[in-house]
């Protein structure tokens, strides 16, 4: 009996482990979130295509947010380059940001 059910389930076994693997989800844009030093925040959708885009607001910004999903990352009009990967990150110097990139993990 016991040699029934294991010729049964070894096949079954391997050809669950030769599967194709599923296809890795790719998001097509990621929603950031802008602070402001007062508390203010307001987010922004970003494709991931790695295409520079105009960040709409212009608004002394303190820290950004991602959710994550993708890195992206800003510019200011001082000259910082912040990348943001996963999280909140703080600008060295708050200001107004320029422009913004992202691509998806």
Not at 36 to 64: A, C, L, N, R, Y
Not at 83 to 95: A, M, N, R, S
Request: net charge negative; glycine share 8%; proline share 7%.
């Amino acid at each position: 009996m016991q040699l029934s059910i294991f010729t049964v389930i070894l096949p079954s076994l391997v050809a669950f482990a030769s599967a194709a693997p599923s296809e890795k989800r790719q998001i097509s844009s990621v929603s950031i979130t802008f602070y402001t030093p007062d508390g203010e925040k307001w987010s922004q959708t970003f494709p991931t295509d790695m295409t520079s885009h105009q960040v709409e607001t212009k608004k002394t910004v303190s820290h950004i947010y991602n959710p994550g999903g993708a890195i992206c990352g800003f510019s200011g009009v001082q000259g910082e380059r912040v990348d943001v990967p996963i999280g909140d990150h703080k600008l060295e110097t708050p200001q107004v940001l320029t422009t913004g990139l992202c691509a998806h993990l």
